[in-house]
C-alpha cells in the first residue's frame, strides 16, 4: 500500500512550524533559572520556587527555637525543639522532623547556584547580573549560618544540664532569626547582602529588584 505524499508547499510548512513550536519550547536560560529560584523548580516540595522553599523552612527553623526556648528548666524539650530546628535548617542532620523535609541550607545553595547560571547564560542583563551577585552571597551566607545552627544543635543534643543547654538555646534562637532576617555582622546599623550580613529577606529583596529590571511579574 502506497503512502500519499505530501505537497512540497504543505511539507515545508511543516517543518517550519515543526522548528518554531521547537524553539518556542526551549526555554530561555536566563528565565528559567530566574524561575527556579523564585517561582517554580522541579526537585523542591510541591514545585514551588527555591526561595520560596527556603523561606518556608526557616520558618520551621524559627519557630521551633521558640519552643526549645519556651521552658529554659526542661532538658528534654530543649533537645526534642532542637532537633526539630536541625531537621528544618538540614535533614541531613537530623532525617525526622516538622517542615517540608528539604531543608533551608539545600534550598539556599541551590538558590545561589540557579541565580549564577542565570548571570553566566547568553543574553543576561547587567541588571541581573548585578542583583544575581547579591541574591547569591545572601544565600551563601544562609547556607553558612545553618552550618552554625546544626553545629551548635549537636551542642545542645550533647549537654547534661538544662542548665548548659539553655544559653545555647538562646544563641540557636537567634541563629534561626537570621536565617531570614540577616545580621548586622559590621555594627552599623544595617543589614545589607554582602557575606556574612545577608539573609532570605535580602535575597528575596533583590530578587524583587531584579524581576522588576526584567519586566518580569513579582508572585
Known amino acids: 500500500m502506497r503512502t500519499k505524499s505530501l505537497p512540497r508547499g504543505s511539507l515545508l510548512a511543516l517543518l517550519c512550524l515543526a522548528s518554531t513550536t521547537g524553539l518556542q519550547a526551549q526555554a530561555n536560560p536566563v528565565a528559567m533559572h530566574i524561575g527556579h529560584v523564585a517561582d517554580g523548580f522541579p526537585g523542591a516540595p510541591n514545585g514551588q520556587g527555591l526561595l520560596p522553599t527556603a523561606i518556608a523552612e526557616a520558618e520551621t527553623a524559627q519557630q521551633h527555637a ?119 555582622a559590621n555594627g552599623d546599623g544595617r543589614i545589607d547582602w554582602q557575606a556574612p550580613e545577608g539573609g532570605l529577606q535580602q535575597a528575596q529583596q533583590h530578587m524583587a529588584l531584579l524581576k522588576r529590571g526584567e519586566g518580569m511579574a513579582s508572585n
Open 66 to 184: 521558640q519552643f526549645a526556648a519556651r521552658d529554659p528548666s526542661n532538658l528534654d524539650a530543649m533537645k526534642q525543639h532542637t532537633g526539630h530546628v536541625m531537621h528544618a535548617v538540614d535533614p541531613s542532620a537530623v532525617e525526622n522532623g516538622p517542615g517540608l523535609g528539604y531543608g533551608v541550607k539545600k534550598a539556599a545553595q541551590g538558590i545561589a547556584q540557579h541565580i549564577e547560571m542565570a548571570a553566566a547564560a547568553d543574553g543576561a542583563s547587567d541588571n541581573v547580573k548585578t542583583h544575581a551577585n547579591h541574591i547569591a552571597s545572601a544565600a551563601r551566607s544562609v547556607a553558612a549560618r545553618c552550618d552554625q545552627i546544626v553545629a551548635l544543635g549537636r551542642q545542645i543534643q550533647s549537654a547534661t544540664s538544662a542548665a548548659a543547654a539553655a544559653p545555647l538555646v538562646q544563641q540557636l534562637q537567634t541563629l534561626t532569626q537570621q536565617l531570614t532576617a540577616g545580621a548586622d
